[in-house]
């Protein structure tokens, strides 16, 4: 921590909360200019609720806040902008059918006199930038042709690059590969010396240690540690984000692994050597019948993209899926459903139809087994109601719109539709996202009695809790590649968090 | 106990919510049909010869060409795409059956006479493979259903262009005259066809799993996908059936207008999409029906009709159209938003 100087950005006694939720309790923050401060917290800790609130994008908040010593509010993100705040978020935000450089000068394009963009200087321009950042790309080029690393840095590019003084960088390195990671950290620390302050919020703890001079740790809403970078670890900082001893942690989640007395089960599913682009590389593994496999990694580690190839929704680049000994190339997700796979996505909008009521939403996936040409509307009726009463959806009415339903009863009907003929392998992403505690149990309730029916199932998640909860056995992937195995021993969430 | 009562309450509070909601979310069906009953009131009161039996046979025989392609169209609009070469390909398939039927020796085409069964099946693979075309473009190659059937309308105006080779031919094969211009029991051939053609389509939409799909890949494409359902199949199949529908409307066209000509369709494509889009089927997919698409048709061909039993200036009418045409989007496009309100 830089002593004896002034803070360039001050934040006194934060609190901030959305609709009675309070998500930031009196937080204190500091940044000053020439420093890389390293935000860690798991998901919901605050850390990003923050972030906004200095980027001017949620005004509304109780507390002191100080850029150079003056007390000031930001009502939008423009003003953020003014007063030179720029922020990289999570989630990309390119123009993937602009060029290069337009992305790189997005609202700031070079014109001349008569309001004309000057193309041939913004090409020089951002080419120079891109190259100052070891990007080589014709700054001509459409930006949606270029992998997704590549559009992330240019993002990151865009904003370094924008004369801001204080930049945020919301968990920039989750699509990068490693040298992208090494060149992003070498421009950071060009602009720290050059005077920049920088916030980095990462789930990657060793970068977070390798790049920050300071680290803050947030846990529930509260800063609860803060600390020079060189004077920590990795096992402190987790300690610090879950909140208990090692001890006490091996106790809530000690998990005895089944697998090697499931050993003589049969192998319903076997990835073989799985690798899609980017987002997945050479992924291999196998679920038993009645074993349920949790992958864990971090947002934007392939898991989504991986799921989606077991699916039969993107055709993998290389490598197969074997069911039951059959290697399957899927043409479509109806040749997946046929061949025993189902699947329910991270997002319940994306695989429930809301206008339409709970019973055809149940029906919908086995409406081929029912009826060969003409639908049987009692049947489909019958079999909802056996499922609604099962899952114990409420209310328990079949006739119900979807949409009139709370969400966590939404994801059991998701669930159901695919139950009613069971299928071989159960393919879950973040079966319990968003869900309260209620819903929690009775989702994880329902997959242990599947799997007790002998349901191979795989669960994935960015949630640690759950992939513990459910897992018999557990693999977490990294930038796209399985990096761990957790099988027949003893697993706790720092440990996987620290795997990953 | 305390969750059982939760549940009575929730289920309570839904059923007293549904009479407003109900309302709001049948909007997309009670609008067309108020405006059918309007219509019809209006003319009959401005015009003596309105209101009669016999006008009523003219408003039948009027919209049946457009009857047989809104069919087909109802289809592909609940999956949410669209099919812009509907009436090219009635034309190309009207023209093709008089292109393999023997013409009167004044005609001068250079045309294949075949017998009128042959006549009738080449027709009908031709329309049934020009929609495997747009089903193609549109699922395996990936192209936008506005931008395949665009030009797909081309392709299929210059096949008919090639074989007219603008000539006019008058004959077809006995079968499409006597359904295209004949009648039975006073009954115009051409309106019962239209009238099997549109139950048909309402069964199957209705009452088959196939319709069931064609609803769902509407309604929530990435759902029905997720679900998986062959979405790609489903949406291909109604790019052909909406061919099909329109060939089968261009070989009776054929009969009924008399002739076999270049552009003697072109009228109907707007005709079709405005008959199914002011019934009340939604152009966001997943919502109408072939209910609908009858209202719709009959608002359309009172308002043709209407409008020449009135004294009104002629080039008015047209204006007057595209204003009805137009309330008819708004009130679609606010249902959509009103129905999603009521589900949230």
Same mark, same amino acid.
């Given at each position: 921590m830089p002593?004896?100087?002034?803070?360039?950005l001050e934040?006194n006694d934060?609190?901030?909360?959305?609709? %009675?939720v309070?998500a930031?309790r009196?937080?204190?923050f /500091?940044?000053?200019a020439?420093?890389?401060?390293?935000l860690v917290?798991?998901?919901?800790?605050?850390?990003s609720?923050?972030?906004?609130?200095i980027?001017?994008v949620?005004?509304?908040f109780?507390?002191?806040f100080?850029?150079?010593g003056?007390e000031t509010?930001?009502?939008?993100?423009r003003d953020?902008?003014a007063?030179?705040v720029?922020?990289?978020?999570?989630?990309?935000s390119?123009?993937p059918?602009?060029?290069?450089?337009?992305n790189?000068?997005?609202?700031?394009?070079?014109?001349?006199?008569? %309001?004309?963009?000057?193309?041939r200087?913004?090409?020089r321009e951002?080419?120079?930038?891109?190259?100052?950042?070891?990007?080589?790309?014709d700054?001509?080029?459409r930006?949606g042709d270029?992998?997704i690393?590549?559009?992330?840095l240019?993002?990151?590019?865009?904003?370094?690059f924008?004369?801001?003084?204080?930049?945020?960088l919301?968990?920039?390195?989750s699509a990068?590969s490693?040298?992208e990671?090494?060149?992003?950290f070498?421009t950071l620390r060009?602009l720290r010396?050059?005077g920049?302050g920088?916030v980095?919020?990462?789930?990657?703890?060793e970068?977070i240690?390798r790049?920050?001079?300071?680290?803050t740790v947030?846990r529930?809403?509260?800063k609860?540690h803060?600390t020079?970078?060189?004077a920590?670890?990795? $096992?402190?900082?987790?300690e610090a984000?879950i909140g208990?001893g090692?001890e006490?942690?091996?106790?809530?989640y000690a998990h005895?692994?089944?697998l090697p007395?499931?050993?003589?089960?049969?192998?319903?599913?076997?990835?073989d050597?799985?690798s899609?682009?980017r987002?997945?590389?050479d992924v291999s593994?196998?679920?038993?019948a009645?074993?349920?496999?949790?992958?864990y990694?971090?947002?934007g580690?392939g898991?989504l993209?991986l799921?989606?190839?077991?699916?039969?929704?993107?055709?993998?680049?290389?490598g197969t899926?074997?069911i039951?000994?059959?290697?399957k $190339?899927?043409?479509?997700?109806?040749a997946?459903?046929r $061949?025993?796979?189902a699947?329910?996505p991270?997002?319940?909008r994306a695989?429930l139809f809301?206008?339409?009521?709970?019973y055809k939403?149940?029906s919908i996936?086995v409406?081929d087994?029912i009826?060969?040409?003409?639908?049987?509307?009692?049947?489909?009726?019958?079999?909802?109601?056996r499922?609604v009463?099962?899952?114990q959806?409420?209310p328990?009415a079949?006739e119900?719109?979807?949409g009139?339903?709370?969400g966590g009863n939404?994801?059991?009907?998701?669930l159901?539709?695919?139950l009613?003929?069971?299928?071989?392998v159960?393919?879950l992403?973040?079966?319990t996202?968003?869900?309260?505690v209620g819903?929690?149990n009775?989702?994880?309730n329902?997959?242990?009695?599947?799997?007790?029916?002998?349901?191979?199932?795989?669960?994935?998640?960015?949630e640690?809790?759950t992939?513990?909860s459910?897992s018999d056995?557990?693999?977490v992937m990294?930038r796209?590649a399985v990096v761990r195995?957790?099988?027949g021993e003893?697993?706790?969430?720092d440990?996987l968090?620290?795997a990953? | 106990?305390?969750?059982?009562e939760?549940v009575?309450?929730?289920?309570h509070?839904g %059923?007293q919510r549904s009479?407003?909601?109900i309302l709001?979310?049948?909007?997309r069906?009670?609008a067309?049909f108020?405006?059918l009953?309007?219509l019809?009131?209006?003319?009959?009161?401005?015009?003596?010869?309105f209101?009669?039996?016999d006008?009523?046979g003219?408003?039948l025989?009027?919209v049946?060409?457009?009857?047989?392609?809104?069919?087909?169209l109802t289809f592909?609009?609940l999956?949410a795409e669209?099919?812009?070469?509907i009436?090219a390909? /009635?034309?190309?398939?009207?023209?093709?059956?008089?292109?393999?039927t023997l013409q009167?020796s004044?005609v001068n085409? /250079?045309?294949?006479p075949l017998p009128?069964?042959?006549?009738i099946?080449l027709?009908?693979?031709l329309?049934a493979l020009l929609?495997l075309?747009?089903?193609?473009g549109?699922?395996v190659?990936?192209?936008?259903s506005?931008i395949?059937?665009?030009?797909?309308m081309?392709i299929?105006a210059?096949i008919?262009a090639l074989?007219?080779r603008?000539?006019?031919a008058?004959k077809?094969?006995d079968?499409?005259t006597?359904?295209?211009?004949g009648?039975i029991?006073g009954?115009?051939?051409?309106?019962?066809?239209?009238?099997?053609?549109l139950?048909a389509g309402?069964?199957?939409?209705t009452y088959t799993r196939?319709?069931?799909?064609v609803y769902?890949?509407?309604?929530?494409?990435? $759902?029905a996908?997720?679900?998986?359902l062959?979405?790609?199949?489903?949406?291909g199949?109604v790019m052909v059936?909406?061919a099909?529908?329109?060939?089968i409307?261009?070989?009776?066209g054929v009969?009924?207008?008399g002739?076999a000509?270049?552009n003697?369709f072109d009228?109907y494509l707007?005709?079709s999409?405005a008959?199914?889009?002011v019934?009340?089927?939604?152009l966001f %997919?997943g919502r109408?029906?072939?209910?609908?698409?009858?209202?719709?048709?009959f608002?359309?061909g009172?308002l043709?009709?209407g409008l020449?039993?009135?004294?009104?200036?002629s080039f008015?009418?047209?204006l007057?159209?595209?204003?009805?045409?137009?309330a008819?989007?708004?009130i679609?496009v606010?249902?959509q938003r009103?129905?999603?309100?009521?589900?949230?």
């Open positions: 002593q004896g100087r002034s803070p360039i934040l934060i609190t901030k909360a959305f609709g %009675g309070e930031l009196g937080v204190d /500091a940044l000053y020439g420093e890389i401060h390293g917290g798991e998901n919901g800790a605050g850390k609720t923050l972030m906004k609130i980027a001017g949620h005004p509304e109780s507390g002191r100080a850029i150079d003056r509010r930001f009502r939008s993100a953020a902008h007063a030179g720029a922020m990289v978020h999570q989630e990309l390119v123009a059918d602009l060029s290069v450089a337009e790189v000068f997005l609202g700031a394009q070079p014109t001349n006199r008569f %309001g004309l963009v000057q193309w200087r913004m090409a951002a080419g120079e930038q891109l190259a100052r950042f070891g990007i080589d790309v700054p001509m080029t930006l270029l992998p690393g590549l559009q992330q240019i993002e990151i590019a865009r904003v370094l924008s004369g801001a003084r204080i930049i945020i919301d968990e920039p390195t990068l490693p040298p990671v090494e060149r992003l070498a060009q010396d050059e920049t920088i980095f919020i990462s789930h990657f703890i970068d240690l790049i920050s001079d300071t680290v947030f529930n809403g509260r609860v803060e020079d970078a060189a920590t670890s990795k $096992a402190a900082l987790i984000m208990k090692r006490a942690l091996e106790e809530t005895d692994i089944r007395t499931r050993g003589d089960r049969p192998v319903v599913l076997k990835a050597a799985l899609l682009a987002s997945v590389q593994f196998e679920v038993r009645g074993e349920v496999l949790g992958i990694g971090f947002m580690c898991q993209e799921a989606r190839v077991l699916f039969g929704k993107i055709k993998p680049d290389s899926v074997v039951d000994g059959d290697p $190339a899927f043409s479509s997700t109806a997946a459903r $061949a025993g796979v699947f329910v991270e997002s319940r695989m809301h206008q339409e009521p709970v939403n149940i996936s409406l087994r009826s060969a040409l003409l639908l049987k509307p009692s049947r489909e009726r019958s079999i909802a109601v499922q009463d099962q899952l959806i409420r328990a079949v119900l719109d979807l009139m339903l709370s939404q994801q059991k009907v998701a159901a539709k695919w009613s003929y069971p299928p071989r159960l393919v992403c973040e079966p996202r968003g869900m309260d819903a929690k009775d989702v994880i329902i997959v242990r009695e599947l799997s007790a029916k002998g349901l191979a199932i795989i669960v994935l998640s960015t640690p809790e992939v513990l459910l056995r557990i693999i990294k796209g195995e957790f099988a003893v697993v706790s969430k440990r968090l620290e990953a | 106990m305390a969750t059982s939760g009575t309450a929730t289920v509070r %059923g009479a407003a909601a709001r979310s049948q909007m069906n009670i067309p108020l405006t009953i309007c019809s009131g209006f003319f009959a009161i401005a015009s003596p010869s209101a009669t039996l006008n009523l003219n408003i025989t009027q049946s060409v457009t009857g047989i392609i809104a069919v087909g592909v609009i999956c669209i099919d812009l070469s009436a390909i /009635a034309n190309v398939t009207g023209i093709a059956v008089a292109y393999f009167e004044y085409i /250079a045309n294949v009128g069964w042959a006549a099946l027709s009908l693979a329309c929609g075309v747009n089903a193609l549109l699922t190659i990936g192209i936008p506005f395949m059937t665009l030009a797909m081309q299929a210059g008919s074989l007219v603008g000539q006019i008058y077809v094969p079968l499409v006597t359904l295209g211009s009648s029991g009954i115009p051939w051409i309106v019962i066809v239209a009238a099997v053609m139950l309402h069964l199957v939409l196939f319709g069931r799909y769902m890949v509407g309604g929530n494409r990435e $759902a996908e997720y679900s998986g062959n979405v790609k199949l489903i949406l199949s059936i909406s099909v529908c329109s060939g409307a261009g070989m009776l009969a009924h207008f002739s000509q270049q003697e009228t707007l005709d999409i008959a199914v889009v019934g009340g089927t939604s %997919g109408g029906g072939i209910g609908n698409t009858i209202v719709g048709l608002v359309l009172v043709n009709n020449d039993h009135v004294n009104i200036d008015l009418k047209i007057i159209r595209g204003l009805i045409l137009l008819a989007l708004v679609n606010y249902a009103l129905r999603a309100r009521a589900a949230e």
